[in-house]
């Protein structure tokens, strides 16, 4: 997950990768990390897109794009929920 963050990842498809369930999967991930499987992965991609916003001059579609999030609403909406600000926001604080 942390190498693969920006790809498509769900959790049928970890599952069917370690021949478990589902289920025993999620159970597991969360009992060992804290966190869902979706959240994790989300946080990986708003930390990647605060560097990108820091260091970088791309667009905030582009810095969705780059961290595998097409939909650079839903990127905004998850960026808030997250970090309190949205991305603009946050990148103007550097």
């Known amino acids: 997950l942390d190498e693969h963050y920006t ?3 769900s959790l049928d498809f970890l599952a069917e990768e370690f021949y478990i369930s589902k289920y025993y999967l999620a159970r597991e991930f969360k009992k060992e ?3 869902t499987i ?3 992965v989300l946080a990986k ?3 990647h897109a ?3 916003l820091r260091y970088s001059n791309s667009s905030i579609e582009e810095i969705a794009r780059l961290c595998g999030m097409d ?3 839903y ?3 998850v960026f808030k929920k997250m970090e309190g600000c949205t991305a603009s926001e ?3 604080q550097w």
Do not use: C, M, Q, V
Request: no cysteine; charged share 40%; hydrophobic share 25%.
């Open 7 to 9: 790809e498509t990842i």
């Open 33 to 35: 990390y804290g966190t």
């Open 38 to 40: 979706i959240r994790y």
């Open 45 to 47: 991609k708003i930390t």
């Open 50 to 52: 605060k560097e990108l």
């Open 71 to 73: 939909d650079a609403s």
């Open 75 to 77: 990127f905004n909406k």
């Open 90 to 92: 946050y990148r103007k």
